[in-house]
């Protein structure tokens, strides 16, 4: 019994990893792949197979995608329109989370009732109505549309994050603070915002993807050249070069993708930390 036991769970061990390795190869080859397909010479991708690898370093892609492929004015505004979205974010999103959780007031369970209805409301609803509001306020082809449309959206699941890891924060912290003599700013910005300083990293890196991924808000308000971000930029880079020059639009790709990868791994402990904070009370 033991030895067909033993066998069992050797067997599913292998599966296992045998499932792992399946899934990192699904995972990973595509990346390996943009990567070396970025490196190719104009002829590799007609004379040679799409799976062969480089025949030399051809870095003048990146150069071509940063300079002909205006990638360096794309990258630009991403991080104009990014940036300041991020921050208001954080900063509106954890107060209002501060506020709903540790502050006593009649109506915190309905705001934050409401608040979370807002994560359910369908992106394409609102284009249009926020499409005439940027129309008649002067905002459209602005990146300040994007900014106020990349908070507006960002804040309702913030929110319900911050709402979990301010509902592990004791109460009686915050009392003898305020027997202390402490104000609710101070509190806030003291005693509250220090000891969720992981969870503020979960929540900047989990929206940072959204913001800096967007496509849709960034296709519909934003039709200057010039002020496009960088996923609209792709979108008219491979345009312009048409069917042609795959070397340069996937160094393109390749400089979008590879810098969120690197922030997310560089800041992936302090990601999970933060993620199981808020689970555990106290």
């Known amino acids: 019994m033991n030895q067909l036991s033993g066998k069992t769970n050797s067997i599913g061990m292998l599966l296992g990893k045998l499932a792992i390795f399946v899934l990192l190869l699904v995972e ?24 062969a690898l480089p025949e ?5 892609n990146y150069l071509d995608a940063w300079n002909i492929g205006n990638m360096g004015t794309y990258f630009k505004n991403s991080i104009i329109a990014t940036f300041p979205a991020l921050f208001l974010i954080i900063f509106l999103g954890a107060g209002a989370a501060f506020a709903i959780e540790k502050m006593r007031w009649k109506w ?20 249009l109505p926020l499409f005439t509001i940027f ?9 300040w549309s994007l900014i106020l449309v990349y908070t507006t959206f960002g804040l309702p699941l913030t929110i319900l994050m911050f709402s979990s890891y301010f509902k592990a924060l004791p109460n009686e912290v915050i009392e003898s603070a305020v027997m202390d003599g402490a104000s609710i700013y101070q509190i806030f910005f003291k005693i509250a915002i220090p000891i969720v300083s992981n969870a503020i990293v979960t929540v900047a890196l989990v929206q940072f993807f959204f913001v800096w991924n ?13 002020l496009r971000t960088i996923q609209t930029g792709l979108n008219s880079f491979t345009g312009e070069y048409g069917q042609k020059q795959w070397g340069p639009i996937f160094a393109s790709i390749s400089l979008a993708v590879v810098p969120t990868m690197l922030l997310y791994l560089f800041l992936n402990k302090l990601v999970m930390k933060g993620m199981t904070s808020g689970a555990v009370k106290g």
């Not at 030399?56 to 003048?60: A, I, V, W, Y």
């Open 28 to 51: 990973v080859y595509p990346i390996i792949w943009l990567l070396l397909s970025s490196i190719k010479g104009p002829d590799e991708f007609s004379a040679n197979p799409m799976y």
């Open 56 to 60: 030399g370093f051809h870095l003048q």
């Open 108 to 127: 915190s369970k309905g705001v934050m009732l409401l608040f979370t209805a807002g994560i359910m409301v369908p992106v394409q609803i609102v284009l």
């Open 135 to 143: 129309f008649k306020t002067g905002l459209l082809n602005s990146l």
């Open 214 to 226: 967007d496509l849709i808000f960034a296709m519909t308000f934003i039709s200057d050249t010039e």
